[in-house]
Structure formats: C-alpha cells, structure tokens
C-alpha cells in the first residue's frame, strides 16, 4: 500500500472516529494477544484494589499514560517489575524522589518595578499620564513632539515582553514535563491550571503565573484545603478575577462567584446571596506585585449569612465552610476522575469517591491512590477510551520518542495552541472543556500535521514565533530603519490609489494629518514595544528533534517489517490497530524498504522508518491514552 493511499485510509478512519467520537478497545481483537490489557466488564465502578496476579506490563502502560505523560518500553518495563501497589506509590508518593535536575525558570530580566500597576489599556495608560505626568516609570515629555510617546511605547513593550517571556514559560514548563522523574507532579499541575484557570491575557505578568504554577507543584497531590487557600491569596488569581475591586461597601462578585461553580461546589448547590456573602468576606484581599495582602479598610468585617451559617466570616471562613460541605468532596473528586480516568462515572461511583476524599480530610494523595489501584481504572470504559489533551499528546509523543529536550522546531506553544489549548492560555475561567472537545475535523488533520512537523520538521522555512513581530508593525520599522519620520513610516497603504483601495488610502492620509497634531502614534509604539522586547527578552532555542528511528530499530534487534511494525504499534499506540491496517503498514514499509528484511535496507532505512511512525501517529487510536 503506498504512502498516499494509506493518508486516504487514515482520513475515512477518521471520518469513523468522528461518528462514534471514540474507538473502543473491544472494537478490535485484544483478547489476541497474550499481554493483559483490560478487565472483565465486571469491574466498572469496582473501587476494590488490583492484586499481583492482576498486573501487566499492558496495565503498567495504561497507569504511565494516565498518571503521566507515557514512556519509553524501558520506562513501562520499570514500572511492570514492580508491584502494582509499588507502581502506584511511587508516582503518587513523588515527593520522596529526587527531582533537582530540573533548573528554575531562567528570566530574561525584563521587569521593572515601575511598571506595576500596569494600565488596563493604552487608553488608561495615557489617561494616567495626562493626569498625574508619568506611569510605568516614565514621565511625560516636557516639550516637542508627541509628548506622550515615551509612555505609550513602554506600555506596548511590556505587552509585547511579558508575551515573548510567557512563550518561554510554557517552553520551560513542557520541558519539565517531558524530563520530570515525577510524572504525576506535572500531569497533576496541569489539571490544577485548567481548575483554577487564569490566564496571562488578562494578567500580563508572567512572573505571576509562574508563581502560581509552583503553587501548584507545591499543593499537586497534598491538602485540597492548602491549596484552594493559596489560590484565594494567589497575586495571578487576585489580578484575573478584579480582587483589587472587591471592596467594602462594593463587594465585586467574580471570585465570590467562581469559588462555588468552577473551583467547589458546581452549578446548583448554592444560592445568589451566598455567592454575594461570599464576596464580602473576600472583601480587601489583594496583592502588592506577587505579595499578598489584606487591607483592613477594605474589609467588610460585618455579619454575613453563607451557606445557612451567621458569622463575621473571612475568607478562610468561608472556605472551611464550603469544605463541610459534602458536594464539595463529591465536586471535587468527580473531576479528578474525569481527568484521570473516564468522563461518566456513575453518581454512586463519584459518591463514594467524594467520601475517600472527606475521610482523609481533602488529602488529594489518597484518593488518587484508591483511583489507580481501582479494578475500575483497568476495566473497559477507562481504557484506551481517553482523548488525549493537546499538550499531553505532545509531549507523550517526544517521551515516546525517547527525546530529552523539547525541539525548538515546531515550536511547541504553537503547536498546541493551534490544537487548543496553550499553557498560560486557558479560554476562560472554566477552564479547557476537554474530552470530545479536542476532536473536530480540522483539529484531527491538524494532529497528523503535528507528527508530521516532528518527523520531517521545515528547518529551512521556519520562522520562530518570538522573533518575529506583525506584518503592519514590520512594515514601519523597515519604513524607520530606511529614514522616514514617524508619520510617514506609520501610513498604511503605499499611496497609489486605485477604485479598489481610494477609501483605504483617504484614511491612511486622515489618520496621518489627525496624528500629526496628536501626542503619541500608536503604530509607531507598538513596533517600538516590539523592537525593545526582542532586544531584551532572550530567544528559545530553535533545533530539530534530534530523532534515530533506526537506532532505534537496531537496539531491539528487529530483523523484518512485521517486527518493525508491531514493535513501533506497541510503542505508540494504547488501542490496537485493526488487523487490515496493521497489515496495511507493514505492506508499507515493505514496499518502501524493497525488502521485508531490515538489514539489506540498514543504509536507508531512516527514511521509511519517519513515514511509518508518521503515519502511526496520524490515526485515530493514537488519539487515545
């Protein structure tokens, strides 16, 4: 079969893979092969713990991918050798393992204290200027042109740095991902960044988010309780949900709000009074730069009436008694579930769950321990039936891969913004949806671009992300650089009016004759702020995955295709491929070889070997974990 008839079946796989939304491992011949992989249908909601006997090296796979981001055959051999009580105390149990190895994030130095307050908008920006004669550190010119330029190029050029150092964030935090000797730490704070959601679009100030991420490793598997307190004092989550405006006498709702429907108790298990009570006990809780604080004056220290309790309650009040509340443990570990093992547990499942969490007084290591070790997590629904979040599949394929650094090229934060979802990004304060979410037509060729990009990667026309600024901004820098003044650079269109562009064109002009008696130029600012902060931020190395499939090859001393074949199937894939095409690639890789042996083919064999795990990666059941 060649290459592009086998695109063409993988693109009517997933014309099936949209219909049913997912494959289910019964789907296809498991009970073939002689590695266990799921349980009996009877242990659907059985929370009962695997014993020895039950143990596999499949089932240790399935743990790695759902506590973590997959493995190497080495690392799912590792775990195999252990019990299945060791396998899970070691990934829960991570603190006890060493992880230095992992260097702090390394700023580029671009934050000056002035900048903070930072003006919501370029409008407020100058407003403040105008009144008081400086913000962010710079003071308005006393004469000449444009007097307010200086202020609203320092407003563009923390926008555009704090942007360029995020993107080295997310960066830094994959790469952690992919070399953690802690695998649940990481998987565990990324399901905390979709709980507690807050996004550097609304923050701008990466050091925020970066410090609420190791709030997170601190808290990943500890006491729920901690955790929700550090969010609530968290400066990243006191900027994102306007604590700065929850003041005494004019209680701002939006944290008092998402507290009870995203972050404890769900929609319906509270009352709008309870949500305004909520927020008054919040009241003069905010930040000084990524301190927290709480102004007194601010504080509404009156009587207030929450969730049926009288009392002149704080915030951390308010919290413990959201915690006595048994929805809360069930909310709360209703989504722990979903995220580690299935999107429908039952209501009794989730219950009884709820109560592992509540009798361990919202220690998060416990119950995650009762989930893995749970015939539920290996029986059918929860197995292989997973769609994988877009940076999971990333970095589980460079793991799987067995690479030790994130490639530069693709660059991995817009990889996995164009498959929705970027670190630091959420969309809101929900959170990622998740589940079926990730899977639409154009998300699933995308995902196959991905493998692509990562097995035959465009060196020579790629162009990093954070180097280069928009096309309109480009444009007037080389307008400057070439020695036009400020109004002429910053004119868009060239000047030669035709019927088509006459309307555009006696704009430009408007805006240039207005700009010229105004006292600043935005587009002139904006370019500034970007040339400053590729000046000052420092670049994300840009290289290659530095892949050897036929090392590869050669290690697990595979002699013929169908060796080859089932090898990488195993290495890739948790739901086994139909029989036809499993034997449509190894047709494949046969045909492009010459040969069904691989040592006549030593010399060429890289090649082939790119297009077979290609294609691999492109099919629907690599979407699934």
């Known amino acids: 079969m060649s290459y592009r008839c086998l695109t063409r079946h993988i693109a009517c796989a997933i014309g099936v893979f949209l219909t049913l939304s997912v494959i289910l491992p019964s789907a296809h011949a498991a009970d073939k092969k002689p590695d266990l992989r799921s349980g009996p249908d009877s242990w659907v909601g059985d929370l009962t713990p695997i014993t020895t006997a039950d143990w596999s090296r499949d089932r240790a796979a399935h743990l790695l991918e759902r506590a973590g981001f997959g493995g190497t055959p080495e690392d799912v051999d590792r775990v195999a050798a252990m019990t299945p009580h060791a396998a899970v105390r070691w990934l829960v149990e991570f603190q006890k393992i060493k992880n230095d190895h992992l260097p702090p994030f390394d700023e580029s130095g671009i934050f000056d204290p002035p900048v903070e307050p930072f003006p919501k908008s370029r409008v407020d920006a100058v407003r403040l200027a105008r009144a008081h004669g400086e913000v962010m550190g710079v003071k308005v010119k006393p004469g000449g042109d444009r007097p307010l330029q200086p202020v609203v190029n320092r407003f563009f050029y923390w926008l555009r740095a704090d942007y360029l150092e995020i993107r080295r964030a997310g960066q830094w935090w994959a790469q952690r991902m992919l070399t953690t000797k802690r695998p649940l730490e990481e998987k565990l704070a990324l399901f905390w960044h979709g709980h507690f959601a807050t996004s550097d679009d609304k923050v701008r100030d990466y050091r925020k988010l970066v410090q609420q991420l190791a709030l997170f490793h601190t808290h990943a598997n500890g006491n729920f309780r901690d955790l929700l307190i550090g969010v609530a004092k968290d400066p990243a989550m006191l900027v994102y949900l306007d604590a700065g405006e929850n003041v005494k006498g004019n209680p701002n709702e939006n944290f008092g709000r998402e507290i009870l429907e995203l972050f404890t108790m769900g929609v319906g298990n509270y009352r709008e009074t309870d949500i305004r009570e909520a927020a008054r006990a919040f009241t003069g809780w905010t930040n000084d730069s990524l301190k927290f604080v709480v102004k007194p004056e601010l504080h509404d220290d009156g009587e207030k009436t929450f969730l049926g309790r009288r009392g002149t309650f704080d915030g951390v009040e308010v919290i413990d008694i959201i915690l006595e509340q048994d929805v809360t443990a069930r909310f709360i570990a209703g989504k722990l579930y979903r995220y580690f093992v299935r999107e429908d547990p039952s209501p009794e499942l989730v219950t009884r769950l709820g109560n592992v969490l509540k009798e361990n007084k919202y220690a998060i290591a416990p119950l995650l321990t009762t989930l893995f070790l749970s015939r539920d997590f290996y029986s059918p629904p929860s197995y292989g039936t997973q769609i994988k979040n877009p940076v999971h599949l990333v970095v589980s394929t460079y793991r799987k891969l067995g690479l030790t650094e994130i490639p530069g090229i693709p660059d991995f934060n817009s990889t996995t913004r164009d498959l929705g979802q970027e670190l630091f990004h959420p969309p809101n304060v929900a959170g990622w949806e998740g589940g079926r979410s990730w899977i639409t037509p154009a998300l699933l060729l995308q995902r196959g671009n991905v493998a692509r990009d990562v097995m035959f990667p465009d060196a020579a026309n790629f162009q990093p992300p954070d180097q280069r600024m928009p096309d309109t901004n480009r444009e007037v820098a080389v307008k400057i650089a070439q020695g036009y003044d400020i109004t002429k650079a910053t004119i868009?269109?060239?000047?030669?009016?035709?019927?088509?562009?006459?309307?555009?064109?006696?704009?430009?002009?408007?805006?240039?004759?207005?700009?010229?008696?105004?006292?600043?130029?935005?587009?002139?600012?904006?370019?500034?702020?970007?040339?400053?902060?590729?000046?000052?931020?420092?670049?994300?190395?840009?290289?290659?995955?530095?892949?050897?499939?036929?090392?590869?090859?050669?290690?697990?001393?595979?002699?013929?295709?169908?060796?080859?074949?089932?090898?990488?199937?195993?290495?890739?894939?948790?739901?086994?491929?139909?029989?036809?095409?499993?034997?449509?690639?190894?047709?494949?890789?046969?045909?492009?070889?010459?040969?069904?042996?691989?040592?006549?083919?030593?010399?060429?064999?890289?090649?082939?070997?790119?297009?077979?795990v290609h294609l691999i990666m492109s099919t629907p059941e690599y979407q699934l974990g």
Not at 537 to 552: C, D, E, F, M
């Open 492 to 612: 868009e269109g060239d000047g030669n009016a035709t019927a088509d562009n006459s309307m555009s064109n006696s704009m430009s002009m408007f805006n240039m004759m207005a700009d010229a008696d105004e006292d600043f130029n935005t587009r002139y600012g904006s370019t500034q702020g970007w040339l400053e902060a590729f000046r000052r931020v420092k670049p994300i190395p840009r290289h290659t995955a530095q892949l050897n499939l036929a090392r590869i090859v050669n290690k697990a001393r595979l002699h013929n295709t169908t060796e080859v074949v089932d090898y990488f199937l195993a290495r890739f894939l948790r739901v086994p491929l139909a029989e036809e095409d499993r034997q449509g690639l190894i047709d494949f890789l046969t045909k492009e070889l010459g040969s069904e042996q691989i040592q006549p083919a030593e010399t060429y064999v890289e090649e082939p070997l790119r297009l077979l």
